[in-house]
Every structure is written in C-alpha cells, then in structure tokens.
Nanobody, 125 residues
Framework: VQLLESGGGSVQSGGSLRLSCAAS????????LGWFRQAPGNEREGVAGVNSDGRTSYADSVKGRFTISQDNAKNTLYLQMNSLKPDDTAMYYC????????????????????WGQGTQVTVSS
C-alpha cells in the first residue's frame, strides 16, 4: 500500500488549501482513513478521520474549518482546510488501515498501519 499526499503549500492566515492523498495497492473493502499533522518539536496529532461505516471525527481545533472526504472511485482522500491559522502550520500526513471497529480512535496514530510521506502546510500571519 502506498499513500501519496499533495496539495500543501504556503498561504496567508484566513486562506484555504485542499490536501489530497492518493492510495495505490489498497485492496481492502473496508477502511479507516485519517489526516494527521506534526509541527517541529510536537507530537503527531490527529486532525480528521473517517471510516467505511461513515463515522467521522475531527480535532476540536479544526472543527468547523476542516472537512475530510473521500472519492472511492479515485482511491483518494481529501482534506479541505478553510480559515487557516498560523497554528495550522505543520507537516500533514494521511494514514490508512483496513480495520474498522467501533472502539478505534480515528484520531490516534496507533489506529493506522499505512502512512504517507507528508506534505508541508505553512500559514503566515
């Protein structure tokens, strides 16, 4: 399984970006998918997650600003990020796992087996 993120860049505060994560080699019919971010000196934190049962989860810091979605026909996961703030500056990673259980925390890194290489998002004030 390979995950490839794209769409990162530099924007001013209040701007928008849409991240994409293209998956290849993923043959499972069920999935848990997530977006994470990590700023220098910080731990990796969950931003948003979705699973094949339709459950979604968002970090409190991004609720109302970020939206996770997927296009199964294109095997692509998206993260629409609006009203960006300097605190959103980080490397963003997508993650996937074939397990779907009700107790899985979609915002926890330990839920996921497969990871992309990341795409940098920089928000200036």
């Amino acid at each position: 399984v390979q995950l490839l993120e794209s769409g990162g860049g530099s924007v001013q505060s209040g701007g928008s970006l849409r991240l994409s994560c293209a998956a290849s080699g993923y043959t499972y019919t069920r999935y848990s998918l997530g977006w994470f971010r990590q700023a220098p000196g910080n731990e990796r934190e969950g931003v948003a997650g979705v699973n094949s049962d339709g459950r979604t989860s968002y970090a409190d810091s991004v609720k109302g600003r970020f939206t996770i979605s997927q296009d199964n026909a294109k095997n692509t996961l998206y993260l629409q990020m609006n009203s960006l703030k300097p605190d959103d500056t980080a490397m963003y990673y997508c993650a996937a796992d074939p397990r779907v259980d009700w107790w899985h925390n979609l915002l926890s890194p330990v839920t996921y087996t497969y990871w992309g290489q990341g795409t940098q998002v920089t928000v200036s004030s």
